[in-house]
């Protein structure tokens, strides 16, 4: 991974409170690919996913030291700017949490804050996402009813369209189908793999069989340290480290 | 083994008598209020202000004292909401909701709610001479804004804490900075402002002694916020020390209208907690 990378991450440690969360990171994300950050509950994968967009910035007793570079620059710098960051990265968690507005505000509310007041802009930019993630066809008729009556399943679906609004270049997913149920998933995972031709997509997940569907790379973490990264194949049919070998010991058998 | 069942029946019986004895006490005072209260009831209560020789039992009625009470706890409750709700999303969105500062703040506004609401009359009372305020609607509503600031508080504070961490996470991850973070949050709990509204409402109405010295009182229904208001609790107060036996029955019919008028607010802010924990996610 020579041509510089969209995100990378350099000597990464964070601190919550007295414990060692995450220890000396050193990664490349590579462009226009889905890369899934592995590993058991508790290993630091979901707080390695918020350091990429600074949603740490809100707990109390964060210790970050390190860097974390997007399009090259440190975002944790001093006067780094925040929203901008932000900005750049769509955040799927791991229930869908429509901003309470209808559907269509849902999907203009980032485009909104950021400046684009024209109606017809705002039409076009709702239409077209809510294409992308395939809520279109469900939802043309109802664009201005509440949000929390769609399906679980349809309001994630909108929570993506909702981050695709505000033109990030990465999409982060935060183990986003663990509330749904299987036909749902599956429609986001497709989505995943539809949108890596234009995004970088980073997930969180515990699920190895949709790591395996769904990334291109796998990272491996345990006890908030890397064990183990490369391609999906390589990490998980023929792991290097004894450590790999055991965590993925149930997903080969 | 005889002895656990003697136990069990002598603990089941005083919890019986303590309920009744409570419950009883409620509908004993209810009862009473209405027994002496509801023949004096009469559509002139409630839609005249007190006419010539109204305390020595001529005709009239308490429109004056209803609306100055409305005023007083409409008053306090609005600009006490304008000060409130800045408080509460900085304490929870600024302050980081958890910390040492902002819990201290939170100890402070619960210390505020426990001071007798005498304290807040004097006290506005002061602030008052101070500004060379004479007793008024607006030297009432500034007392009553007082006492209402803690509940406001405390209730939003709540409300805040039950939106889920992650749909500020969702506004933020699109951008949003602090302040338009804080207003999806505010979007949210919409139901749960409304509670806060009627709670404080409910206690503004009721309350007597920081009226006591700062609203004052007087038969006209007032024009400006610079001219006395009547407040229904004092209204009740002085009709009841009356020794005109009419007088004091429109005293007890007096506190029936205010009681009613605090019963409706009550079921509406249940009714409101009900459907704002019912459509949380």
Redesign the interface.
Known sequence: MDNKSLIGVQQLNVHIGNQHILKDINIDIPDKKVTSIIGPSGCGKTTLLKTFNRLLDNSADVKITGEVLVDGENIYAQGAEVTHIRQKMGLLSQRPYPLPMSIYDNVAYGPRIHGIRKKHDLDELVEKQLKATGLWEEVKDRLHASATRLSIGQQQRLCLARGLAVGPEIILGDESTSALDPVSTHIIEDLFVQLKEKYTIVLVTHILRQAARVSDNIIFIYMGKIVEMGPTHEVLHNPKEELTKQYVKGFIT | MKRRKYEELFFRVLMVLATVFVAGSFFLIVGTIFYKGAPYMTLDMITKTPGGGFYIGKEGGILNAIIGSIYVAGGATVLGLLISIPVAIYINMYM?G??FLANTLRMAFDVLFGIPSIVYGAFGFLIMVYFGLRASLLGGIIAVTLLVIPILVRTLDEVIRTV?F????????????RW?TAK?VL??I?PGIFTAILLSFGRAIGDVASVLFTAGFSDNIPTSLHEPAATLPLAIFFQLSSPVEEVQGRGYASALVLTIIVLIITVLSEIFIRNFFK?K?
Do not use: C, M, N
């Open positions: 980081g958890k910390t889920p992650e749909l500020r996470d969702a506004a933020l991850s699109l951008g949003a900075t338009e999806v979007r949210q919409r459509h996610i």
